[in-house]
C-alpha cells in the first residue's frame, strides 16, 4: 500500500497529540476513511473542520510479480492432493483488491495502536466496507462510530468535504 500526503510525509507519529477540551470535556479526535477498492482517502475532524491527512493507494504489480506470486501448484500436508495457490475463479485484479482492503486494515490497526484516534468513520462502497469489516481487528472495531455504504471516493474535493460535512454534523 503506498501512503501519500502528511500521513507519508510525517507518520503516524505526527498525530500523537495532546487532548483538546471542549466544553471542559476531552474532545474525541475523528478519523474518517474515505474508500472503494482502489482508493482510500483519510480524513480528521479538528475543530469542527475537515482536514485531509493523506492517501493510500495499492501498490502497482507488474504482471510478472502478479504471476509469481499467484500462479502455481502446491502439495497439501498429506502430499495426496494438489491445491492451487488461490482459487482459479478469482481474477488478479480482484486478488489485488482484497490486498488492498487487508492491508488498510493492518494499517487502520498500527494506527489504533499507537492510539492516534478515538473514533473512526467508515465511508466506503458497499463491497469494500463489506470487505473492510470482515479483516478489521477487534480494538479498531470498537473504535467505529458510524458506517456509511457510499462510494464518495469519485467526489472532487469540494462535492466530498461538502458530503462528508452534511454526514458528519458533530
Same mark, same amino acid.
Request: aromatic share 8%; charged share 30%.
Given at each position: 500500500?503506498?501512503?501519500?500526503?502528511?500521513?507519508?510525509?510525517?507518520?503516524?507519529?505526527?498525530?500523537?497529540?495532546?487532548?483538546?477540551?471542549?466544553?471542559?470535556?476531552?474532545?474525541?479526535?475523528?478519523?474518517?476513511?474515505?474508500?472503494?477498492?482502489? $482508493?482510500?482517502?483519510?480524513?480528521?475532524?479538528?475543530?469542527?473542520?475537515?482536514?485531509?491527512?493523506?492517501?493510500?493507494?495499492?501498490?502497482?504489480?507488474?504482471?510478472?510479480?502478479?504471476?509469481?506470486?499467484?500462479?502455481?501448484? @502446491?502439495?497439501?500436508?498429506?502430499?495426496?492432493? $494438489?491445491?492451487?495457490?488461490?482459487?482459479?475463479? @478469482?481474477?488478479?485484479?480482484?486478488?489485488?483488491?482484497?490486498?488492498? $482492503?487487508?492491508?488498510?486494515?493492518?494499517?487502520?490497526?498500527?494506527?489504533?495502536? @499507537?492510539?492516534?484516534?478515538?473514533?473512526?468513520?467508515?465511508?466506503?462502497?458497499?463491497?469494500?466496507?463489506?470487505?473492510?469489516?470482515?479483516?478489521?481487528?477487534?480494538?479498531?472495531?470498537?473504535?467505529?462510530?458510524?458506517?456509511?455504504?457510499?462510494?464518495?471516493?469519485?467526489?472532487?474535493?469540494?462535492?466530498?468535504?461538502?458530503?462528508?460535512?452534511?454526514?458528519?454534523?458533530?
Amino acid at each position: 500500500m503506498k501512503l501519500t500526503g502528511r500521513i507519508a510525509d510525517q507518520g503516524l507519529t505526527a498525530f500523537k497529540e495532546k487532548f483538546k477540551l471542549w466544553h471542559g470535556r476531552r474532545a474525541p479526535r475523528i478519523w474518517i476513511l474515505v474508500a472503494d477498492e482502489g $482508493v482510500a482517502k483519510i480524513f480528521r475532524k479538528d475543530d469542527g473542520h475537515l482536514e485531509s491527512i493523506g492517501e493510500a493507494r495499492p501498490e502497482e504489480l507488474t504482471v510478472i510479480e502478479l504471476s509469481n506470486r499467484s500462479m502455481g501448484r @502446491m502439495a497439501s500436508a498429506a502430499g495426496s492432493t $494438489v491445491q492451487h495457490k488461490f482459487e482459479p475463479h @478469482m481474477a488478479a485484479s480482484r486478488q489485488e483488491e482484497l490486498s488492498f $482492503v487487508r492491508d488498510l486494515a493492518e494499517w487502520l490497526d498500527a494506527a489504533e495502536s @499507537m492510539d492516534v484516534f478515538d473514533r473512526l468513520i467508515l465511508v466506503a462502497s458497499p463491497r469494500t466496507l463489506g470487505e473492510l469489516r470482515s479483516v478489521i481487528s477487534n480494538p479498531v472495531q470498537g473504535r467505529i462510530a458510524a458506517e456509511i455504504d457510499k462510494d464518495l471516493t469519485k467526489l472532487s474535493t469540494f462535492d466530498l468535504r461538502k458530503a462528508l460535512d452534511d454526514i458528519l454534523w458533530f
